[in-house]
């Protein structure tokens, strides 16, 4: 076993439990975004942050990927903390918009306003699609690929994928682009595909495929309106 | 050197290859046969002589003076001068400055005078690709002390009492973190040496394995037998072919002299050294994307801990350190801690290779003890600010380092004080700027570079990189307001806290260490719209100054769009509409009579 402190209560986990398990397991609520239990840790969205302090030095990490080690003093609510974690999702909030996620977090939050160009992306890049793929549905259909502002998820090549069996895991798992699924008419014509989870997705009367990330992408929302292909 | 009377050493860096310096040595030789003098003049190539802004550099021995900016068609002059005449040819001899123009030696001018080389020792001296000048010239015989006369305990125990800290960056003490990896458990273990140097304007590492090949591999076949690793690893950028040409060489001569393989010198200690190369990201310096690299995976940081000492390439215990750091590891060795350790300060040992470059007269690789001011660099051994321009700002540290300006320059260059300072040591390039660059933009300029160059993967670092950049880009064109300077504070708060590696964490202080050094001119910049080094263009107008105007016509001439105009000895006009503010009048006038807006009317309180 191992023993931390934890908010300043002592606390023991076991042996290669993270931070954040740790803080699940004492009901200390750490906000999440990349992270899902049945995938493997990434640490790409930073909201799990937590501090450590170490005497006068303190340090944030990520809480998710952090492993559990004897004699930690750890904050998961500090002050610093919480700023940050402000920041992260003012940021989000002006990147994707839409996702219902990051609105509920905003929300939570206390983000009342954002400070720079809100944009109308549909991605976070949080990797869960990528990592739902491999590890959940052993595709290899979809990755990260390039860095900076070239950083994309796309299938190997920009090909059409041909590990990719239209399970519409990624989509499921996806915190951001649900609004592809319900398409610009969802009154009118209900919701175009977001029966994907049943493997019967009605957009495949329209299009050859339905996944997001394959030819032709996003389907759904840059050729709504194409005639039907019977 | 052989039994001829003088040599000629040609410097065969990177920056003086550039310069031709293949070419003149062909030249040189024929001419010298073509004299006859073949059995008198021994002509051969040199490591980097360190001062590369004036290249080629020709060192000749014995009167050791250094000839620079030689010309082709004057070779067959040089030799006649020089070696028939017994004359110095004054017009390429490497003089103190400009107004001085007495001929000291090498060491005696002031860029190498003030220098204490300690890694750098040969330079001037050796062939890199003979093995055989290295051993001459005391080479390997630190790895025969380590093998013989040390136990690996030993040798760990005397990198500790040395004080050598890492050379990368970071500063982490060596010693330590060898008896970690030490003390690591694992069957095998390895080690690895960092020469993905990516920073702008900097050249340290390309340069040691460019001169002194060998001496990076002692100090890696040391570092093993301490350790207790059987395999290395030379992580080398592929942008830098004629390092990895000469460290493939070295590799292959030390093999073929029982240096490296197995059964080191008859010890029983086996070791073996691959190079892998880098293609060429900048995150890949940072040592767990480097090893996730050299595994064949996306160069992309992983967490720490587990530390890669502990928990390293194919999870095995793995040390990695910087090219100057494994270099200074046979000193150590052979001159014993004690004498390593009364150099530098009392945290910070030894001497650190800078590259210095910017707006300064010297510029080269120089090496100095730790302990030494920022002063002294740029001023004794950089020569200053070319022309009458003022010293405005030095950044230190690469990339992700800071701006320190005027007012710290007195602050000794050690890891510690550095870090204090905003800045740090990083691998060790110094970018000196005067009073024509602009903060904003230079803080812009970085900003964009390791934004491009993230990983991607950290939400604070790479799209704090991007809000970051998209607010100094509004700053520099005058669209910004002073609410976008708290925005900014921020966003490169986030961006240096919650990312993950060293690439995140430090990616904001160009931003960070500006706004606190410089904030006055980020808000002219923002308040008053104006750019004091006039580099923004949007924020700039032209205009000519009357009583200054000669009406010479220099400015006219050299408009690339002809918004100005003029009779002759009457004061020009430049005509709005068509400048497109490149500069050229400004930089051209010779009476100052092309100003901006009168900027300096404005105070801030």
Not at chain 2, 467 to 474: D, Q
């Amino acid at each position: 076993m191992i023993k931390f402190r934890l908010n300043g209560l002592e606390v023991q986990v076991e042996e290669g439990s993270t931070l954040l398990e740790a803080a699940q397991f004492y009901g200390f609520p750490i906000p999440t975004l990349c992270y899902h239990e049945g995938l493997s840790n990434w640490g790409g969205c930073r909201l799990c942050i937590v501090e450590l302090k170490q005497g006068d030095r303190s340090r944030i990490v990520s809480s998710c990927t952090y492993p559990a080690q004897d004699g930690l003093e750890v904050f998961t609510n500090s002050e610093k903390v919480v700023k940050i974690r402000k920041t992260i999702i003012e940021t989000m909030m002006a990147t994707v918009p839409t996702s219902k996620i990051v609105q509920d977090l905003a929300s939570k939050y206390g983000v009342h306003q954002v400070r720079v160009n809100v944009e109308n992306k549909d991605c976070l890049m949080c990797g869960l699609c990528t990592r739902m793929c491999i590890e959940q549905m052993d595709g290899k259909a979809i990755g990260l690929v390039g860095r900076g502002d070239s950083l994309k998820i796309t299938t190997a090549f920009d090909k059409k994928s041909e590990t990719c069996r239209l399970c519409g895991g990624c989509m499921y798992i996806c915190p951001a682009c649900q609004i592809r699924c319900i398409g610009p008419n969802i009154e009118k014509d209900g919701p175009i595909c977001n029966a994907c989870a049943n493997l019967e997705p009605p957009c495949l009367d329209y299009f050859d495929n339905m996944m997001c990330y394959m030819d032709p992408c996003v389907a759904c929302e840059l050729e709504a309106d194409r005639p039907p292909k019977k | 050197m052989g039994d001829k009377h003088t040599s000629i050493l040609i410097c065969m860096g990177t920056s003086c290859d550039l310069n031709r310096s293949r070419r003149m040595k062909d030249l040189i030789e024929t001419e010298i046969k073509n004299r006859g003098l073949e059995n008198e003049i021994e002509v051969t190539t040199t490591s980097c002589l360190g001062h590369c802004g004036e290249g080629p550099n020709i060192r000749v021995e014995p009167e050791d003076v250094i000839y620079h900016n030689l010309e082709e068609k004057d070779i067959p002059n040089f030799i006649e001068e020089h070696f028939i005449k017994g004359n110095l040819m004054e017009k390429y001899v490497l003089t103190p400055s400009e107004n001085d123009k007495s001929i000291p030696t090498m060491n005696e001018i002031d860029f190498f005078k003030h220098q204490r080389l300690l890694v750098l020792r040969n330079r001037g001296r050796l062939e890199p690709d003979s093995i055989e000048e290295y051993i001459a010239l005391d080479g390997y015989k630190a790895l025969s002390k380590a093998l013989f006369e040390h136990t690996p305990e030993s040798i760990v125990e005397e990198i500790l009492n040395a004080g050598l800290r890492g050379r990368g960056g970071a500063g982490f003490p060596t010693g330590r973190k060898w008896k970690i990896c030490r003390d690591a458990k694992g069957d095998v273990k390895y080690i690895v040496c960092n020469a993905d140097e990516g920073d702008p304007g900097a050249f340290m590492d390309r340069s040691i394995l460019e001169s002194d090949p060998h001496s990076v591999i002692e100090g890696m076949i040391i570092g093993a037998r301490a350790i207790g690793a059987s395999k290395g690893f030379v992580y080398v950028r592929d942008e830098y072919p004629l390092a990895v040409q000469r460290i493939k060489t070295a590799i292959e001569q030390a093999e073929e002299y029982g240096l490296l393989g197995d059964d080191i010198l008859g010890s029983g200690f086996s070791f073996s050294l691959k190079i892998v190369r880098g293609a060429g990201a900048f995150v890949c310096g940072e040592e767990t994307a480097l090893l996730s690299s050299i595994e064949g995976k996306v160069g992309r940081p992983r967490q720490r801990p587990p530390f890669p000492v502990v928990k390293g390439l194919w999870r095995k215990p793995t040390n990695i350190n910087n090219v100057e750091t494994w270099a200074n590891v046979p000193h150590i060795i052979r001159n014993g801690a004690e004498w390593y350790s009364n150099i530098g300060t009392e945290h910070s040992k030894g001497t650190k290779i800078f590259s210095l470059v910017g707006k300064v007269n010297n510029t080269g690789l120089v090496e100095v003890p730790m302990g030494i001011t920022l002063r002294e660099v740029i001023f004794d051994i950089g020569g200053g600010i070319p022309g009458d321009k003022k010293f405005k700002a030095v950044q230190i540290g690469g990339p992700s380092g800071g701006c320190l300006p005027p007012k710290m320059l007195d602050i000794p260059i050690d890891y510690d004080q550095l870090v204090k300072a905003g800045a740090m040591m990083g691998s060790g390039g110094l970018i000196v700027m005067d009073e024509t660059t602009c903060m904003v933009d230079l803080a812009r300029y970085f900003t964009k570079f390791l934004y491009e160059e993230s990983c991607g993967k950290c939400w604070s670092c790479r799209e704090g990189l991007r809000r970051m950049l998209e607010i100094l880009t509004k700053i520099t064109e005058g669209e910004a307001t002073e609410d976008d300077l708290e925005t900014l504070k921020d966003l490169a708060e986030m961006t240096k806290y919650a990312s993950m590696c060293g690439l995140g964490q430090t990616a904001a202080n160009p931003v960070l260490s500006t706004l606190k050094y410089f904030e006055k001119e980020y808000i002219l910049h923002v308040r008053y719209k104006r750019c004091p080094a006039k580099v923004c263009k949007s924020l700039i107008n032209f205009y000519v100054v009357p009583e200054r105007c000669t009406g010479c016509q220099r400015c006219v001439a050299a408009c690339p769009t002809g918004a100005i105009k003029g009779p002759r000895s009457e004061p020009h006009n430049i005509d709005q509409s068509k400048c497109i503010k490149c500069r050229a009048c400004y930089e051209i006038c010779k009476f100052n009579a092309i100003e901006d807006v009168i900027v300096d009317a404005i105070v801030i309180k």
